[in-house]
């Protein structure tokens, strides 16, 4: 197939490749992890602490109840079934790049 002659350009246009279109506002997001996010909270279990993203959990996503830095596993489980909370931990991560729905944590964690 016979390249367009403005793809071309780009292609070759190491400038224009090397700088990426960004709007303002999601700078932001995207130079933040999931552990800077305020809905990236421990939960304490009975045995063992998580961490895990709360953000599809509805109560916490609405801000009726705004998340803290720790909750307890008991309280988690009142609106979610164990098998969501699983799924939850296991698909969150510290180290994950910044979603949509970041909201800068402001306060200090403890380890
Ligand atoms: S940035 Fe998004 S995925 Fe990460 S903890 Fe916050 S709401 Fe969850």
Same mark, same amino acid.
């Given at each position: 197939?016979?390249?367009?002659?403005?793809?071309? /350009?780009?292609?070759?246009?190491?400038?224009?490749? !090397?700088?990426?279109?960004?709007?303002?506002?999601?700078?932001?997001?995207?130079?933040?992890? $999931?552990?800077?996010?305020?809905?990236?909270v421990k939960i304490?279990?009975?045995?063992?602490?998580?961490? #895990? $993203?709360?953000?599809?959990? =509805?109560?916490?996503?609405n801000k009726a109840?705004? =998340?803290? =830095?720790?909750?307890?596993? /008991?309280?988690?489980?009142?609106?979610? !079934? !164990?098998?969501?909370?699983?799924?939850?931990?296991?698909?969150?991560? #510290?180290?994950?790049?910044? $979603?949509?729905?970041?909201?800068? /944590? !402001?306060?200090?964690?403890?380890?």
């Open positions: 197939m016979k390249e367009k002659k403005i793809d071309k /350009y780009y292609k070759n246009n190491f400038l224009y490749r !090397s700088h990426t279109m960004m709007l303002p506002e999601m700078h932001e997001k995207t130079i933040h992890l $999931c552990q800077d996010c305020s809905f990236f304490i279990g009975k045995q063992e602490n998580k961490s #895990a $993203c709360i953000k599809p959990i =509805p109560i916490y996503k109840k705004g =998340p803290r =830095p720790e909750i307890d596993i /008991y309280e988690i489980l009142k609106h979610i !079934s !164990s098998k969501e909370l699983m799924h939850l931990v296991e698909t969150s991560s #510290a180290h994950k790049t910044a $979603c949509s729905e970041f909201v800068k /944590y !402001s306060g200090v964690r403890s380890q």
